[in-house]
């Protein structure tokens, strides 16, 4: 399980501005959020938790989204960094 190289999908966390949120999980969530968050603490180095993962996690799911994005609901350019290229981009 613990392959010397290997990457998580998230990769390494941007400096962005944030705004509060709040949304309730189940204790499951929590747990995996929590293991998730040790485990790119020990693959990139930094300290992080699950509550800084979360909205990462969130835009990089959103940017996959093939049909929140054919109906122009990803925002430009928060999602640059994923791969996505807004429509309308040169």
């Not at 999980?25 to 929590?30: D, E, G, H, M, S």
């Amino acid at each position: 399980m613990n392959a010397p190289n290997a990457k998580l999908r998230l990769g390494p966390l941007p400096k962005t501005e944030t705004v509060r949120y709040s949304f309730n999980c189940t204790k499951a969530l929590q747990a995996d959020l929590e293991r998730y968050a040790a485990l790119h603490a020990q693959i990139y180095g930094e300290p992080v938790d699950a509550p800084t993962l979360v909205p990462h996690m969130l835009e990089a799911f959103m940017a996959r989204d093939r049909a929140f994005k054919r109906r122009g609901g990803v925002a430009w350019p928060a999602t640059r960094r994923l791969g996505y290229r807004h429509p309308h981009s040169t």
